[in-house]
């Protein structure tokens, strides 16, 4: 009894976890609007009933699928309690911007910005993590005087925000290499290595 209760909690899981994926590729991809549930469970070879059981609605949906990024930002840039933070904190964040589901942050940000949109709160969050972050391998003392580490980090991510947004619209006029190679001049010697 205890085998066929864990093997179905075991599908349960996994597929959940196709709905979220393949939710984050469409939403990327189509945006928050213009995807259906159809589209959805097509993509994750899953009944369309599984989206409401699973997460009540396409709203619930997308919280599950910005849940999920926020944890992969915090897992990408955070190190494990108590551990110091390993690797250059640029390369990571250029890394960030190549990744697919990076796409997604551009998309949902067009209708995250309109009056009353029913992404905004949840988009804010996604923001929240990928500025605590990046703020995570930031120390206060490196930066300039006058400068906070909240401050620092906003600007920074916004300026990854706006390079990803121009390389996703025209990637043949983004150097990406050249925008690191300027995003590292421009940061206080004291940030370069970790």
Known sequence: MA???????ERTQESRRLLVAAA??????KGYRQTSFLDIAEKAGISRGSIP??????????EAVIDD?????????????????????????????????TRLFITLLAEAVEVGSPIREH???????LRQGVRSR???????PGTTPEAFTVVLVGAVIGVHAQWRVAPEAVDLDAVRTTIRALLPA???RP
Do not use: C
């Open 3 to 9: 085998s066929m209760a864990t093997r179905r909690t």
């Open 24 to 29: 984050a590729e469409l939403f990327a991809e």
């Open 53 to 62: 059981w699973h997460f009540g609605n396409k709203l619930g949906l997308l």
């Open 69 to 101: 990024q926020i944890q992969a930002v915090l897992t990408r840039f955070a190190p494990p309690s108590g551990e110091r933070p390993s690797g250059d904190p640029l390369d990571q964040v250029m890394g960030f911007i190549r990744m697919p589901v």
């Open 123 to 129: 988009y804010a969050q996604l923001h929240a993590a």
């Open 138 to 144: 930031i120390p206060a003392e490196a930066l300039p």
């Open 190 to 192: 004291s940030l370069e």
